[in-house]
């Protein structure tokens, strides 16, 4: 890539898999623009953040972009989920620039030939729901995806996954600031507890701060005996979190495993301004740290 900003992590619906979702008669689906999950409160989402060529005029760089993974879509029954997938991979390759794709795959009997071509064949890496590592032994589950990602030298981007359904109506931030940061911890202490001596090369970055599990650090040495050691493999983005929670990071991490990401359109880019970062911390962040998360060193 060349020499400019890479925010890894945005979202944008091309319309292959908008009218997917359309033609389902279960939740996950859309009715209109409303969308209908099993966990969450119905959604109104604005046509207008997913426009693919409106999104594209406000990126000063390169933009990579994932399945929502909150829809739940990798854990449907392969036949559900399969042409859902397809779906979202035919419409991020007639995306125009700057954006790029991380692939994703079902999690029920998942087709390790398919994301073969996808990872080589213009995919920056694999996003996986957060729900799929959320323990050891899921991570241990999640192995021969995790380990073909490696084999090929494709980054893994852990992403919040789906809500479950509950009875009690919530207010509908409720499950970005409960249920979404308690899935990144989990995943980002399942993989610390088990994935790193499975696959010791995988470069892999868990959105949203991991949910600002790395700020446990000193209660996970209180109650292991152990230190916490930083793995510079293993990177944090910046997406919903501004002064305080990439402050927080980097203090905890040091900035060379931060990067940048947005999560647009559910939130802006972080400032370099806002963050008070000078500029080689600014280019750090923004610049050479997402190419060693995408291209290792």
Known sequence: MPDRSIDVHQHVWPPALVDALRRRTSPPMLRGWTLHLGGEPPFEVDP???????????????????????LGLEALPPDDAQPLLDAWHEGVRELPDPFRGWASVGEVEPDLDGLKG?????????QLPATALATPAAVDRAAPVLSLCEQLGSPVLVHPGPVAARDDQLEGWWPALVDYPAQQQAAWWAWHAAGRSLLPTLRICFAAGAGLAPLQHERFAARSGRRFVVDHDV?????SYGRQGIDALTRALGIDVVVLASDRPYAEPAARELLDLGAAAWHAVAVTNPRRLLEGS
Request: no cysteine.
């Open 118 to 126: 996808l990872l080589t064949g213009g995919f920056v890496g694999l």
């Open 235 to 239: 990177f944090v983005d910046t997406s």
């Open 48 to 70: 207008r953040d997913h426009d693919p060529n409106a999104r594209a005029a406000l990126e000063p760089g390169a933009a990579l972009v994932s399945l929502s993974s909150p």
